[in-house]
Structures are given as C-alpha cells and as structure tokens.
C-alpha cells in the first residue's frame, strides 16, 4: 500500500489516500543515515496506521445500498436542471443495470469497476463494431459515466457513507472524436422554418440559428429580453443560477431575426410560447425531413453554425463573447468551414465587402439630406426672406416676435 521512493539527498514514502484517492508523500529521513531496510519498516508503520483509520472509519460508515444513495442523491441536487437531471437518471440507471439496486456501496470494490467498464465496452463493439464513428461516441459515454460514478462515490464518501473511492483508478477519459463539422447555410435553415407548421417551433429555430442560443436559453427568452432599439438580446442564467455554461450575456439581434420577431403576435410572455424541448426536437426532424435537408439537424448544430458564420465577419472574442463559451470550447466542439468558403473566390468576397460598405455610405447621405430638407425655416412676412439667412449674416440681430414658421 506504502512505496518507498528516492526523493534526491532523502527516502520518501508514497501511498494514495483511500478516501480521497489523492496521492499523497511522506519524507521519510535522509539517505546518508537511514538505510534502505530503515526506511522500509518506516512505510510498513505508515501503512498500518492508515489501514486502522480506514478499519476505524468503516466501523463507524453507515451501510446504505446503491439504489438508497441513488434516491438520497437525486434528493439532494435541487440544484440541477432538468435536463442535468434526465442526464444523471440516465446514469444512475446504467450503474444499477451493472451492479443491482441492493449492492452496499461499500461492497465495490476497485475490480468491480473496472470489470463494469470492460462490459461497456465489450457492449458497445457488439453493437457498434471496433472501429466507427459511433463506437468512439460510445466510448465517450462510457467515460463519462465512469467520471459521475467517481462523482457519486466522492459524495458518498463526504456524507461518511464509504471510505474508498473505487472509481479513483478507472480510466475516464475519451479520444476526441473527428468527424467533419457541418454547417447549415441561410437557405437550409430558412428552407426547414418554412417547412415547420408550429409558429412556436419557427422562432426557436431562428433563434438557436441567427442569434446562436442554446435551446433551452431560446425556450426561457421573454419578450422584455429582446431590445430592438439597441440591436441586442439579454441572457440570462436560469433561476438566476450562474454555471460554467449559463452566465449573463448580450447577443447581437440579427435583422433577419428582428423581422421575424416583429412578425410575431405576442400571445404569452416567452418569445416561444408553448413549446417544449423534446416536442421541438421531434418537429425539428419532421421539419427538416419535409424541407429535403439532409443529414442529422439539432438545434446545437445551428449554434455552431452561426458561430461559424460570424467567425468570418467578428473578431473571436466577440463572437465568444455573444456565445457565452470559452476560445477552447469553440475550437473543439464548434469549428468548421462554410461552403461559400470552397465556392467564393477571396477577391469576390472583398469586391461584395466594398459594395456593401459603398450602399451603406450612399444610404447615409440621402438620410442626410433629407433631414437638410426638413429643416424648420424662419420666415419674415413682410419681407418674405428667409429669417435663417438675414440671422446668418448678423447674428447678433434679434429676432422679432411677429416671426412666424413657413
């Protein structure tokens, strides 16, 4: 259970806490006065004090099954949301399947969990095959669960209901799954909101898509969210609580998105109305389906599709910023290439750029002179000259009050 080890000019003692499951290290003497076999009665004392407080410890453990921590632990998080707690039945299932409801916590041991793991796998290659794209998003599966049952077991061990971790040595982590990032264009997601029958389902579509919300931050936007006049959307964390991926954030409001709002009778408070997460996903595929847009369409893949629509007309931590995720989160889960990227000539798009900016400048000047025009004029009805003009050249003349607006 103790090592012994050479720490330079010293002996040191090493051994993994069986309650944390941290490594943890002992200088023990130094080597020029204390001999190997010194040394070696030294970790043998080190490791019988720790096997009696974990003796000591598991005396006084209560004995509570799997299935009853399962129930006490859901109890406890009143803190996730409902989709964290969809995610976690889901795993707590897969770890009762793998060891029974009546199985103590105290009875797995090490073996056990790496023998859990090894079923996992030998089921996702009967499934799935060795080698394919939907193995490697098993496994990705598998560690996970492997990283929440170590999660169940560290606050087991918090509420004194175990002293060993048995999760600590199991392998949890996944290779990186590469497949190719698909991105939607203008026309494929306008083509699957004609396609939808439910007002409710179209706006969470050009939401997720134009504005790049999650769906369940496009499902809890409220109209008083949406400012129009300053061009920007307001998220907010849900129930107020802020986590990793629900922080407070302004998103830039697209002028395709701001025309569909304003197109919208506003019958309840939230932009969407009455629509539920997991009946939008199935509208999504019907939509889709019935527009002929091919391949696997979610409401995460128009997030990263407008991510990288923007990525090509913003800097990056601006995009981020209105994402509300980190640089490294985009470069591993969103990043991929629009078509128009392997269609448009470069100078093409830079010859559209200067277009677009000249409209906006001639735009700019006939709102100028416009407003030049409608410009209030003083006029003297005696004279009938322009008061402006005489006030332009004495301009320390006063004004007389039979004056009146032309």
Not at 13 to 35: F, H, K, N, Q, Y
Not at 77 to 99: A, C, P
Not at 121 to 138: L, T
Request: hydrophobic share 35%; charged share 25%; with cysteine.
């Amino acid at each position: 259970m103790v090592s012994l080890n050479r720490n330079g000019r010293y002996w040191q003692a090493r051994w993994t806490d069986p309650l944390t499951g941290r490594l943890c290290r002992r200088s023990i003497g130094p080597r020029s006065v204390m001999t190997r076999q010194q040394a070696f009665a030294v970790c043998s004392v080190i490791s019988e004090e720790i096997s009696q407080a974990a003796t000591l410890q598991l005396n006084n453990t209560s004995v509570i099954t799997l299935g009853e921590w399962r129930d006490q632990w859901m109890a406890m998080r009143t803190d996730l949301l409902k989709s964290s707690r969809i995610v976690h039945e889901r795993y707590w299932g897969m770890l009762l399947n793998q060891f029974g409801s009546d199985r103590t916590l105290v009875a797995i041991s090490k073996l056990d969990a790496m023998e859990a793991r090894a079923r996992l796998e030998v089921a996702a290659d009967a499934q799935h095959g060795a080698s394919s794209i939907a193995r490697s998003k098993a496994e990705s599966t598998i560690a996970r669960f492997c990283r929440n049952a170590r999660m169940y077991w560290r606050d087991a061990i918090r509420m004194e209901y175990a002293t060993e971790n048995p999760w600590m040595s199991t392998r949890s982590t996944a290779p990186e799954v590469q497949i190719p990032r698909r991105v939607l264009s203008d026309a494929e997601v306008d083509s699957i909101m004609d396609a939808s029958t439910k007002s409710g389902v179209r706006i969470l579509i050009a939401l997720c898509y134009y504005a790049g919300l999650r769906k369940n931050e496009a499902l809890s936007l409220r109209w008083e969210h949406v400012d129009f006049k300053r061009n920007r959307i307001s998220v907010y964390p849900p129930n107020g609580r802020v986590s990793t991926k629900h922080r407070f954030r302004e998103v830039r409001l697209d002028k395709r998105l701001a025309t569909i709002l304003t197109e919208v009778l506003r019958t309840s408070e939230t932009v969407c109305g009455k629509v539920t997460g997991a009946r939008a996903w199935i509208d999504l595929k019907a939509a889709s389906i019935r527009a002929g847009v091919d391949g696997d369409v979610s409401f995460q893949l128009m997030r990263s599709s407008r991510e990288n629509h923007w990525m090509g007309d913003y800097p990056p931590n601006v995009v981020t910023a209105w994402l509300g995720h980190s640089a490294q989160v985009a470069a591993r889960h969103y990043r991929g290439v629009p078509d128009r990227y392997y269609t448009e000539d470069p100078r093409d798009a830079e010859i559209r750029r200067l277009k677009m900016q000249l409209e906006s400048m001639q735009a700019q000047a006939l709102r100028n002179r416009a407003r030049n025009s409608e410009d209030v004029s003083l006029v003297c009805p005696k004279t009938g000259a322009s008061s402006s003009a005489s006030m332009r050249s004495d301009p320390n003349r006063e004004v007389p009050g039979n004056l009146r607006i032309g």
